[in-house]
């Protein structure tokens, strides 16, 4: 299973974001963020970091675990 995917989406979610809003705040394109939470791409390290960094996670959490 791709949590990435999944946690992104409830991140987002949570913080009450759209995709283009959280893309900016990411600094990538809202396809980008749609892609990532559709399993399209994977999305790179720095963008992995950037992920966890907004939203105060750790990049274990970010990645290893399924968020409620």
Known sequence: M??????L???RKE???NQPQLAK???VSKGMISF???EVC???ASNI???AKFFNITIDELLLT???
């Open 2 to 7: 791709n949590y990435f995917a999944y946690n």
């Open 9 to 11: 989406k409830v991140l």
């Open 15 to 17: 913080k009450g974001l």
């Open 25 to 27: 705040e990411l600094n």
């Open 36 to 38: 990532w939470e559709n």
């Open 42 to 44: 994977e999305p790179t």
């Open 49 to 51: 970091i950037a992920v």
């Open 66 to 68: 399924q968020l409620m």
